[in-house]
């Protein structure tokens, strides 16, 4: 399953009290993750937005924390395709530190797809699915999503 | 001139790798003034916003910063009216710490009104005029902006 | 159980392109009402890191997103230990729109207590072990945090 | 004077309730701008922090705000000297949409040196006296900064 990467490096604004990322930050960076592994598979999110009119609201987030990042560490933003439906999708996320290779974060987010006039729940967008069934084509992994 | 208080109390989240509020946050605080100096008026912004169909975006901002504020502390936001024209609106900020009474920073923020359709700049709504005529009757005080 | 609350209105700046609350946001709250819980049971957070020398890192983060929360929006932060063990602390939260009184989220935070030298784990301190056996005297809960 | 160029892509939660860059954001792209000057110049800031035992606090700053930054925009943060003495120093930038080429925001953010240790101003450290003498070697603008 192809995996991604996308980098960023930690700005004074994103250290908290305890001089390390901010753990909601962490979600920022899975966003980024996410954003960027869409546009690297051919499909811009601002696009399925105004062209396909739907958002893709988060339904579930989640996060271990393992080790700090710290002011000026550049992170490492792996992504990948953890499960999809035909209405939802889960992205998995695991975040280095490009210096020390340590894992500092482990986080999954799920997404449910939704039409942006009603906001009800509607098929995930045709050009979005060929990206899915091209990159995870061994068969929708539902299980885990049905499990919840 | 009557002047408002609002007050935030500082989290991990606002701190940066300085072990103080991160300088961009002090525009945060000036917005949260801003708000409830219009509520405390009669005036609410979404409603502004929804009803009369404008937006006010910034045009400039500026910052002093004296003494920084860390975490846990409260934040007192005192706002009042520098200046305003029938188009644009100039609020000022004193942020001071609650504990020691020391000013941690002063702050100008210009507003100009735009019609949510055209966003083309439009006049203050009547509300809003009704609000600074009372406040602020002595006179419309241009002075300050036209020299911009 | 008793269990807290504390409030914040939604600005502008927590908003994102969806024009509701951002996802990463709800930790920011979650956050408030932690500190929040704490200190109403007698116990500062920042005394803990001062006086205590400890810091209490969060180990996992997880929210499930129910309704959105909208700009101006008073955001109603219920607070509650789920569990704890002589080195760990696990928060419960709802957060309710105080206008529709819809739940919004439901999330969990797990801190662990870290030495603030050291940076190793070590025992809640007296202060905050008390607090807990006055609040959750039934037994510690600790078989939830042992399943993972 | 050499200019330099950073650039960042805005992230769904870097937008605000009008759908547009929030006005704060600027100055954490300000600060992305001031720390890439500072490392193409061969001066890390982290370093100036930790060897030479000083930090930059900003004193004042202040953003003139023209043309809105959406969703996926790339923004290029345009940095340069404006002016610095021995104890402090004045960074410009300039903010641009990478798609349209249109300004979007212009800004001045003025550092003081202090020391680490006494937080007392105290003179730039040779390291970055040295960049200056060679980036901006026509004299020191003391001018502008004496002026306020």
Redesign the interface.
Known sequence: MPEHQATY?I???D??????L???????LF??GR?EWLRTEGC???DLEQEQQI?L?????????RT?LK??DIALIHTWIEAWTGTTLKFSHRIECAETGRICALGTVELACVAKSSHRPTRLPEILNEVLMRVVPQKRLRKRLKQK
Chains 1, 2, 3, 4 share one sequence.
């Open positions: 490096r700005l004074y604004r250290i908290d009290s305890m001089g390390v901010y753990y909601g930050r962490y979600l920022a966003e980024m954003v811009r999110y601002r958002i609201p988060v339904r579930h987030a989640e996060c271990d924390y700090p002011y000026d």
